[in-house]
């Protein structure tokens, strides 16, 4: 049977997993060195527990081991984000468009700063990880209709926040 | 506009008539925009490999970087300080040892961390790591308990004379001087006593007494008759009966001319202390005056 233990299972696991909890640890915190460490604590456990830890298990509890290490601990930071390299054909390389550009997102980070943590993640999780909601309601650990909510005050904060009301 | 609109909008999940609605919105631009300047943002760089390979070598994570800022020295060697004394105080937590004792004639009830049950019966006592339960499952016994271990989990249940480890729900262990007992109700528990190795299905005991072993059977779906207020015995000394009814109705029992050695199969009343004395003497064809918490057994040949 499919086994933790097994290395090849264990590193598909991290390669599957890993980078999305960083992303969400780094998402609550704005604390890139955190967010590694949380990684490596997570998994390690995860490899200390590989006998009792199911594969399907595995995704829940890693998430559950991030989430926990740094419970009412640090204070979160200025999350900052960078533009995703444009990719292959899309040639929007016009100087005015990537002014406009900037310039909005210079606004949506900083509106994402004032957004509570919990708001601020889903919503991430969802636009840059592309996570289901579903799929973030349990790595929260909550219902999917509490994400829905998170995810609906987010938007209405930042459009608020963006358009100066 | 439905509850949560914006989130239903994002994921796709509006009618086509909501979708209008909201289009022609004078917010809806925005929205739009955020929508999607925002799948177009990343977190900071992520080298997977690397942290794998940095995950394999089981490093913990480190404390932060260690920054040689002169001004900060100092700071940094009370840090460490608090780091080292916090350390110790963690590992001194941890091996705390939880102690809860059923005293004479009582019984207790213990949950384990696992929020498995113990019942202690009367003048037994159980110990465990509170804090370092997940790292260590091991219960230590001095006397008889009642186990009925929660679903899914394991323990191991250490006596002076063997260890029981848990694969099952609920068993019994009775270690009290020479004689070990171990029934397993329900599930199935594995006995290691001295040297030897053995599983026992629910129904099955196990028995040791001066020295000789024997396997039993009980009734499907019965406990251990101590929690049912009575006190069982299968071939099992005199003298560790007489014990055992000190214990159950906190009283000093002294014989005069009894053979404590002979071997006593039967049951006495652990609420009803007459009733008790009844069950004992009768079959071995013993008398017995009671004076208080004062009890004499004795032949009744002898004057």
């Not at chain 1, 598909?12 to 609550?28: A, C, D, M, P, W």
């Not at chain 1, 949380?38 to 995860?46: H, M, P, S």
Request: aromatic share 10%; hydrophobic share 35%.
């Amino acid at each position: 049977m499919d086994n933790v233990c097994d290395d090849q299972i264990y590193s598909q696991l991290f390669r599957t997993h890993s980078k999305t909890v960083f992303n969400y640890i780094y998402y609550k915190f704005g604390n890139e060195e955190k967010a590694r460490d949380a990684v490596q604590e997570a998994f390690v456990k995860l490899w200390e527990n590989c006998a009792r830890v199911t594969p399907e298990k595995a995704k829940s509890f890693v998430y559950t081991v991030a989430n926990n290490l740094y419970l009412n601990v640090i204070k979160a930071e200025k999350v900052r984000l960078k533009h995703r390299p444009e990719t292959g054909n899309t040639t929007r390389q016009d100087p005015e468009f990537l002014l406009e550009e900037r310039e909005f997102k210079d606004k949506l980070e900083h509106a994402l700063a004032g957004l509570p943590e919990n708001q601020r993640t889903t919503f991430l999780l969802n636009r840059i990880d592309g996570k289901k909601y579903s799929e973030i309601a349990e790595m929260e650990g909550v219902s999917v209709k509490a994400i829905e909510k998170r995810m609906h005050l987010a938007l209405k904060s930042l459009r608020e926040q963006i358009d100066g009301i | 506009m439905k509850e949560n609109y914006l989130a239903k909008w994002l994921n796709g999940d509006l009618s086509d008539e909501e979708l209008k609605v909201f289009r022609e919105s004078p917010e809806y631009k925005t929205y739009r925009k955020i929508a999607e300047v925002s799948t177009r943002l990343q977190g900071p760089e992520f080298d997977v490999e690397q942290a794998l390979e940095q995950a394999k070598e089981g490093r913990r994570p480190s404390v932060g970087k260690v920054v040689a800022l002169k001004a900060y020295r100092q700071l940094w060697k009370v840090a460490a300080a608090v780091v080292v004394l916090l350390g110790i105080g963690y590992f001194y937590v941890n091996s705390l040892e939880t102690s809860i004792q059923a005293g004479l004639a009582q019984r207790s009830e213990v949950v384990l961390p696992d929020a498995s049950e113990v019942i202690l019966n009367a003048g037994s006592e159980v110990s465990y790591r509170d804090k370092s339960w997940e790292n260590r499952r091991l219960v230590s016994l001095k006397g008889e308990a009642f186990f009925k271990v929660a679903k899914g989990q394991t323990f191991t249940v250490e006596t002076d004379a063997g260890k029981v480890t848990v694969l099952g729900t609920q068993f019994n262990v009775l270690q009290r001087g020479d004689i070990f007992s171990v029934t397993c109700f329900e599930g199935r528990v594995r006995v290691d006593h001295q040297g030897t190795s053995l599983e026992l299905a629910a129904g099955q005991g196990y028995q040791v007494a001066g020295g000789s072993f024997k396997t039993f059977e009980v009734a499907a779906g019965a406990r251990p008759s101590w929690m049912e207020d009575e006190s069982s015995f299968r071939s099992l000394p005199l003298s560790f009966i007489l014990e055992e009814l000190e214990r159950q109705h906190s009283i000093r029992v002294e014989t005069r001319g009894v053979d404590t050695g002979v071997l006593f199969t039967g049951t006495f009343s652990n609420t009803n202390l007459d009733l008790a004395l009844k069950s004992i003497s009768a079959p071995l064809q013993l008398g017995y005056t009671r004076e208080g918490d004062k009890v004499l057994l004795y032949a009744q040949d002898t004057p």
